[in-house]
């Protein structure tokens, strides 16, 4: 069992910057590969950035750039750091992992971004 918690959401204004951090915790996990997806409203859920358990980091098209997936593994957290942002990124953002073969998901945290 793995719990995710989300946190860092909130109202910015555009052009500003955000840095989303999900939390991992669960007996005998540790932070690897992990993904951020968001979900605009009415739209699906897409990924926006993932960093394999090696390290490398892809991002979708409308992020590449201006933003960075990181992660620290002495807190066993994943971050999402998103400069330059505009109403298009309004959405609810989620961290997930892949453990054992399940896959889990936090809660989600709120981004809006509006003058």
């Known amino acids: 069992q793995v719990q995710l918690v989300e946190s860092g959401g909130g109202l910015v204004q555009p052009g500003g910057s955000l840095t989303l951090s999900c939390v991992a915790s669960?007996?005998?996990?540790?932070?690897?590969?992990a993904g951020w997806y968001r979900q605009a409203p009415g739209k699906a859920r897409e990924m926006v950035a993932s960093?394999?358990?090696?390290?490398?980091?892809n991002y979708v098209d409308s992020l590449k750039g201006r933003s960075i997936i990181s992660r620290d593994f002495t807190k066993n957290t994943v971050y999402l750091q998103m400069n330059s942002m505009s109403p298009r990124d309004t959405a609810i953002y989620y961290c997930?992992?892949?453990?054992?073969?399940?896959?889990?998901w936090g809660q989600g945290t709120q981004v809006i971004v509006s003058s």
């Open positions: 997930s992992v892949l453990y054992l073969g399940q896959t889990y």
């Open positions: 960093i394999t358990s090696g390290g490398e980091t």
């Open positions: 669960g007996r005998g996990f540790s932070i690897g590969a």
